[in-house]
């Protein structure tokens, strides 16, 4: 992930759209899924790619209290669609 503000966004805005495209937890937003799952794929090692490092960048702003913040914003997106 870059670190312009544009770029900051963009990987925001694509976080908060992804969901997570298989297992248990499949098609659930990835600001949802639960800190367990996140911290088993981080001792497991995420998946290569863009979904690893979204999920690496979610758990992250979880772990720094973050989580609030980011289903406020996933909510407030989603109420104007």
């Known amino acids: 992930m870059e670190f312009s503000d544009e770029a900051f ?3 925001l805005v694509d976080i908060l759209n992804a969901k997570m495209p ?15 799952y996140l ?13 690893g490092k979204q999920l690496a960048a979610v758990q992250d702003m979880k772990a720094n209290g973050l989580e609030d ?10 109420s104007n669609r």
């Open 22 to 36: 298989f297992g248990k937890y499949q098609d659930k937003p990835l600001v949802y899924l639960p800190d367990h």
């Open 69 to 78: 913040f980011l289903i406020d914003i996933f909510k407030k997106r989603n």
């Open 39 to 51: 911290t088993w794929f981080r001792g497991k090692g995420f998946p290569k790619g863009k979904l």
């Open 9 to 11: 966004k963009k990987d």
